[in-house]
Structures are given as structure tokens and as C-alpha cells.
């Protein structure tokens, strides 16, 4: 063949290939255009804190932890709404006042803020919190199954709190139940224009969503969370890590096309090829993403069981970041240092993390944002 034919041949190619890829997009069954799940750092209402408590697995620290929450209300609270999940015996020791509230003996005031009298079994939001969506109509609550991680844990107290907080009118949306299918929070990160990030030893654990195959979860997901394409991680874990291996412990998606990420040790060598696939990946433009590495904290035990410390496990709010910290200077200091790479012109605030851990989670771990707004109540 001519080199002039064969260079017609390979345009006409092409432009099949082109045509065939846009057909695909537009028509594929398995993707909801008319919905976007957010990312993280776009412009949030409120973030929700469900509240430890002596019925909760705290009960042995619970002044220690209720300390931590504490400082996570006073720093979101400062820059948008604060919504407060209670069981009622907590809520009994409140004191009501025009424009603050007190949520412990410490006498600690915050404006802002609503409360909302729910039992719980523990106080992991982000992965019994509502995922939110958007849509041309507005916004859309989902409310998926939360089983403990796998039916580690009770949950069944947990897992009604979504149903009770949309029906007290609290959060703006519409209400969108998906109870026959396990999904945390934690377990996926948006870039809030077509890709959603998880990783297979999460999504396909034992006990979450047997007998579907991973094809068949994708489908889902790409169907309610409006994904043009979900990137299954193959490696990457933490010691002591309860949720087989959330996302959110591990990499996190970033603006300008950043991908935040954990470096290894001696006891993590799948974290190693974990960066090998994250440095292979390209986005839905075909480029390659920026890649900054986080350090992992040295070691802290307790009881002889090491605890699944992680810099990734921070929270985005308006205007800041919230970065678990564990008492490493240098480390903790290096890591706020790279995550305010990711996300110039926002404060970073550290938060002494030490204790959330000790219960195998972390800052993220404890909240869940939302975007439409809290519909008013009654303050607290």
C-alpha cells in the first residue's frame, strides 16, 4: 500500500474510533450524565459530626475523644454549618442559649450549629452519612447500606440515622434510598467531573455486596453517582485498618488534576506498587497526574497492635483543611507542608488525632460534608 493510502486508512480509522468512543459515552447504559457526584473542595453547607457517647465503643475514653470533637465543632463551626448527631440522653444535658450552645462539661460554645437527636451505634459519619449528587433538579441524598464494614461491627442503629435526619427536614435534597447495597463514604473519592477513585480489596471484601461482580458494581456506581469512569486501586492497605482498605486512607483526589498519597515502610510494601499504578494513571484528557507523596507516621501501637495512622484521612472545609496530626512534629509539620500544596490558599489546621485512632479511624473518618444547606430547626 502507498504511504498515501495507508495515511488515508489510518485517518478514517481514527475518525471511527472517535465516533465509536463518543456513541459509547452518550448512550452507555451504565452512566447517569444527568448527575455529579461533587468533590470535596468545592463550596460546602455543613459537615455533620455524629457525637461520641458512653453507649458507643469510646465509653472507656470518652473524655479524651469528646475532646477531639470538640476541636473539629470549634474549627468547622468557624466557617460553616455544624450539624450535631445525638442520642437523646445527650441532648438532656444541653444548655439552650440564643446563639451558642454547650456540648459538654468543658463548657464548649459554638454558633452555627443544630442538633439532631438520633441513637447511634458509633460515630463514623463519613461512612453511615448520606453521599450527595447533583442533578439539574437539585440535589439528591443517597442513602446507602452501612453493615459494620462487613458485618465486623453493629450498625443497625447507625444505618437508620439517614432516614431519620431527612425526615426531621434537616438536610436539603431529595431522598434516595439504595438499602440493598453496601457503599461507605469513605470507600470513594470524586474529582467532581467524571471519575470516581476506590479500591477492589474494599469494594469486593466478603459481606458487603456478594454475589456482584465487580463489572456489576461498577455499573451501580457509575449509574447513581453519575461516574463516566471508576478507577479500581489493586493494592495499598494499613495495619490495623478496619474497612479493608478505604480510599480515603490511602489517596485522595485533589484540584488540578493532584492525586494526594501515602508513602510506605517495611511493614507496607504494597504501598510501593500501590504508587506504581497511581504513576500510570491518566485522566479522562489522557494526562498523567500530579503525584504528591505524603510520609507515613512512624509507628504507634497500642496493646501491642499497630494503629492505622495516616496523614490521607483529612477533611476539607470552606476556606481550610483539617489534617490529623499524631504528636511527630517533623512529620506532622511535612505533611501540612505537602497537603497545602494540593490546596493553595486554604489554612491548614492540624488536629491531634492520637485518640480518634485508637478506635482504628481518623479526622475524615468522623465527618461527612454536605452542600445544600441545613434546612433551620431549632439551634443549639
Given amino acids: 500500500m502507498k504511504n498515501e493510502e495507508f495515511a488515508t486508512a489510518v485517518r478514517i480509522f481514527l475518525v471511527i474510533h472517535c465516533l465509536l468512543y463518543q456513541i459509547i459515552r452518550n448512550f452507555a447504559p451504565m452512566t447517569n450524565r444527568t448527575r ?39 474549627e468547622i463551626s468557624k466557617r460553616e454549618g455544624l450539624l450535631v448527631v445525638a442520642p437523646p440522653d445527650f441532648a438532656k444535658s444541653i444548655v439552650n442559649c440564643p446563639r451558642n450552645a454547650t456540648l ?89 467531573k467524571g471519575t470516581i477513585f476506590t479500591t477492589a480489596c474494599c469494594l469486593l471484601a466478603p459481606h458487603r455486596n456478594q454475589p456482584l461482580t465487580q463489572a456489576e458494581i461498577e455499573e451501580r456506581l457509575k449509574q447513581w453517582l453519575g461516574a ?14 478496619d474497612t479493608d482498605g478505604h480510599i480515603d486512607t490511602l489517596v485522595r483526589i485533589c484540584p488540578d488534576d493532584t492525586l494526594l498519597y501515602i508513602g510506605g515502610d517495611d511493614e507496607h510494601p504494597d504501598l510501593a506498587m500501590m504508587e506504581e499504578e497511581l504513576q500510570a494513571l491518566r485522566t479522562l484528557e489522557g494526562k498523567p497526574y500530579r503525584l504528591l507523596k505524603l510520609p507515613l507516621p512512624r509507628p504507634i501501637y ?57 478506635q482504628h ?20
Fill in 104 to 192: 459538654s462539661k468543658r463548657e464548649l460554645s459554638i454558633v452555627n450549629c443544630q442538633l439532631s437527636i438520633v441513637n447511634s451505634n458509633d460515630t463514623w459519619a463519613r461512612d453511615h452519612g448520606f453521599i450527595t449528587v447533583e442533578e439539574a433538579s437539585g440535589l439528591v441524598l443517597l442513602d446507602f447500606k452501612f453493615n459494620g464494614w462487613g458485618e465486623k461491627f453493629e450498625a443497625e442503629l447507625d444505618n437508620a440515622i439517614n432516614r431519620q435526619l431527612y425526615d426531621q427536614g434537616l438536610l436539603k435534597g431529595s431522598y434516595e434510598p439504595h438499602l440493598d447495597f453496601v457503599l461507605e463514604g469513605g470507600s470513594i473519592e470524586s474529582d467532581g
Fill in 228 to 241: 463516566e469512569r471508576v478507577v479500581w486501586l489493586n493494592y495499598g492497605s494499613l495495619m490495623g485498618d
Fill in 361 to 380: 479511624g481518623s479526622l475524615h473518618c468522623c465527618t461527612m460534608q454536605y452542600y445544600g444547606g441545613l434546612r433551620p430547626k431549632y439551634k443549639i
Fill in 302 to 358: 497500642e496493646d501491642g497492635e499497630r494503629l492505622p495512622a495516616t496523614y490521607a484521612n483529612y477533611l476539607v472545609i470552606n476556606g481550610a483543611v483539617l489534617v490529623p496530626t499524631y504528636d511527630q512534629p517533623d512529620l506532622d509539620a511535612e505533611a501540612m507542608r505537602i497537603i497545602g500544596q494540593a490546596y493553595p490558599g486554604r489554612e491548614m489546621v492540624g488536629i491531634d488525632c492520637r485518640a480518634v485512632i485508637k
Fill in 36 to 74: 455529579r457526584m461533587p468533590a470535596e473542595w468545592e463550596p460546602q453547607s455543613c459537615v455533620q459530626l455524629t457525637w461520641p457517647h458512653k453507649d458507643t465503643d469510646w465509653a472507656p475514653m470518652l473524655d479524651e475523644i469528646t475532646a477531639v470533637y470538640e476541636v473539629m465543632a470549634r
